[in-house]
């Protein structure tokens, strides 16, 4: 039996992460803007023990032409905070990490956002610190545009240094000193003077000290610039790796980066996406799948495609055909090279990558019984390709539903996750360091 236990998020999606769930049966549709429907998904995770649920975010429409947008149907959720503070209340163990930009916010803000649903769910806030590579992101905030993906990475160094100088600015302790006379002890109070090149902070948190010492941080950047980013200032690090090899060098890469900064290499959790479509037998599974891939119209899947490849169109190439070289991208670098090597790699066609990337869209899809589901996640957990998955069911609440009774058991009985959680905070339950002050 394995001491180590594995991590797991539910990566939560709407109706489903699978592009045409929606359009499922069994689906949903408007999941999206329905609270009951995240929380009862919330809630399956929890008693699913899982360290954390994961919402995603860009302030924007996804797709510039309404119709896939409501394909993706992904268009119509709720703001991540406002979403995580109705769950927090709803729930009392499973960590809560919501995506904000670092391009679009400003330290003070986010922190002080941060901090209240720190406070708010006893100490299990998470912050997905993303840079948005999304040109429609951009245009809502016209004022400052896309920048380059070097300044957006410049601006989020500097972002993350201030936030985390605001929460650990304030120690444990300082308001309501035992028996003191003031309302404040002014010696675990440290007001920041953070001066940089993109922000200027000076001031306090007002915030008591996070539950947790400070909301845990999590990454996805995947380029060089954003893995050291992750190595620096992150607790978990989320990742999409298609095969074995390709998560093993992601993971023994970001590990390595670690020393770097003095960081240990259980300080950072890598927990690549896993995407699995789960039945009693495999013949069941498979049926599932086929099923879902059924739903994707050739033009969402295609476009789809072209947007991971951040190119406008692929409609001047025959869909039967390979793809054709890329341009260098300013978006995102590491999944267009990612579809370009797969596609390179098998022989596919552009019909064949639309529809497999529209299906997982890039992550790992796993498509099997209990034990093959476990089976596969176990070996990549013991081979050096991850610290735990970032689960993402292609239907909600069914496909959750499934990957809990079914192969959560399954991962209990070998050793490797856990049967009940370890405390009430994310940051004990991660079982990652708390930050020195307080
Ligand atoms: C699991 C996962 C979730 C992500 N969620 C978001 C998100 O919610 N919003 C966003 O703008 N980017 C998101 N990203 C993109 C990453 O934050 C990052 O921008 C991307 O991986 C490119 O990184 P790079 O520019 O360092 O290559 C996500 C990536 C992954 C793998």
């Known amino acids: 039996m394995s001491e180590r236990h594995m991590k797991l998020g539910a990566f939560l999606m709407a109706g489903g992460h699978h592009i045409a769930a929606w359009r499922h049966p069994d689906a949903h549709a408007p999941a999206g803007s329905d609270i009951d429907h995240f929380i009862a998904v919330a809630r399956i995770a929890e008693r699913g023990k899982f360290d954390m649920i994961f919402i995603e975010d860009a302030?924007?429409?996804?797709?510039?032409?309404?119709?896939?947008?409501?394909?993706?149907?992904?268009?119509?959720?709720?703001?991540?905070?406002?979403?995580?503070?109705?769950?927090?209340?709803?729930?009392?163990?499973?960590?809560?990490?919501?995506?904000?930009?670092?391009?679009y916010t400003e330290p003070y803000g986010l922190a002080r956002s941060f901090a209240a649903l720190d406070q708010l769910s006893g100490g299990r806030a998470g912050w997905n610190l993303v840079t948005s590579a999304s040109e429609l992101e951009a245009e809502n905030f016209a004022s400052s545009g896309l920048r380059p993906h070097s300044q957006r990475y410049e601006?989020?160094?500097?972002?993350?240094?201030?936030?985390?100088?605001?929460?650990?600015?304030?120690?444990?302790?300082?308001?309501?000193?035992?028996?003191?006379?003031t309302f404040a002890d002014h010696s675990k109070l440290h007001p920041v003077h953070w001066h940089g090149k993109h922000f200027a902070v000076d001031g306090i948190l007002e915030s008591q000290r996070s539950p947790q010492g400070r909301p845990i941080m999590v990454q996805a950047g995947a380029s060089d610039v954003g893995k050291d980013l992750?190595?620096?200032?992150?607790?978990?690090?989320?990742?999409?790796?298609?095969?074995?090899?390709?998560?093993?060098?992601?993971?023994?890469?970001?590990?390595?980066?670690l020393g770097k900064y003095g960081r240990g290499q259980d300080d950072l959790k890598v927990m690549p996406g896993i995407s699995p479509i789960v039945g009693a037998t495999e013949e069941e599974a498979k049926a599932k799948y086929r099923a879902l891939q059924e739903f994707i119209p050739d033009a969402v899947g295609v476009a789809l495609l072209a947007s991971y490849l951040s190119v406008q169109d692929l409609s001047a190439y025959p869909l039967d055909g390979p793809l054709p070289e890329m341009p260098q991208t300013n978006l995102i670098q590491s999944r267009q090279q990612l579809i370009v090597d797969l596609g390179k790699r098998e022989g596919l066609s552009i019909r064949e990558l639309a529809r497999h990337f529209a299906g997982a869209r890039g992550h790992w899809q796993v498509v099997g019984t209990p034990s093959q589901v476990a089976d596969a996640m176990?070996?990549?957990?013991?081979?050096?390709?991850?610290?735990?998955?970032?689960?993402?069911?292609?239907?909600?609440?069914?496909?959750?539903?499934?990957?809990?009774?079914?192969?959560?058991?399954?991962?209990?009985?070998?050793?490797?996750?856990?049967?009940?959680?370890?405390?009430?905070?994310?940051?004990?339950?991660?079982?990652?360091?708390?930050?020195s002050k307080g």
Do not use: C
């Open 59 to 103: 302030a924007a429409i996804r797709e510039r032409n309404p119709d896939l947008a409501s394909q993706a149907a992904r268009s119509t959720a709720f703001e991540p905070l406002s979403l995580l503070a109705a769950i927090a209340v709803n729930t009392s163990h499973v960590g809560l990490v919501a995506t904000a930009s670092t391009s």
């Open 155 to 181: 601006r989020a160094e500097e972002f993350a240094d201030a936030a985390l100088a605001l929460w650990d600015g304030v120690e444990d302790g300082t308001y309501f000193p035992a028996g003191g006379e």
């Open 230 to 257: 992750a190595a620096r200032t992150a607790d978990v690090v989320f990742a999409a790796s298609q095969t074995k090899a390709e998560a093993q060098a992601y993971y023994a890469d970001v590990k390595l980066r």
């Open 378 to 435: 176990e070996e990549r957990f013991l081979d050096g390709a991850a610290d735990g998955f970032n689960v993402m069911a292609p239907l909600f609440p069914s496909g959750l539903e499934d990957f809990v009774t079914l192969v959560v058991p399954e991962l209990q009985r070998r050793g490797v996750f856990r049967k009940e959680y370890e405390g009430r905070t994310l940051r004990r339950n991660l079982g990652v360091a708390s930050p």
